[in-house]
């Protein structure tokens, strides 16, 4: 089976602590060949405050993250048995 992209629905602010979980369930196991990227959806916003111009990084899709892996039944209960995972 070829790995294909995926959306993972997390708690709204958790999308971090989800993505750092994840990356080190799969580092420390053998699901590291299983799983390719795992990305939080951000974009630069400049924004002009008090006369200043202010770069700032925005979630895209708050609550998402999008992963790439193959979807096997291991992969799924990895997945699901991470906190903050709905």
Do not use: C, N
């Amino acid at each position: 089976m070829a790995k294909q992209w995926y959306v993972i629905h997390t708690q709204t602010g958790y999308e971090e602590k989800v993505k750092t979980a994840l990356e080190g369930k799969t580092k420390a196991s053998s699901y590291k060949d299983l799983v390719s990227q795992i990305l939080i959806p951000i974009e630069q916003v400049s924004e002009v405050k008090t006369g200043k111009k202010k770069i700032s990084q925005r979630k895209f899709f708050p609550g998402y993250i999008l992963i790439e892996m193959e979807l096997t039944d291991e992969t799924w209960y990895l997945i699901k048995s991470i906190p903050g995972v709905t």
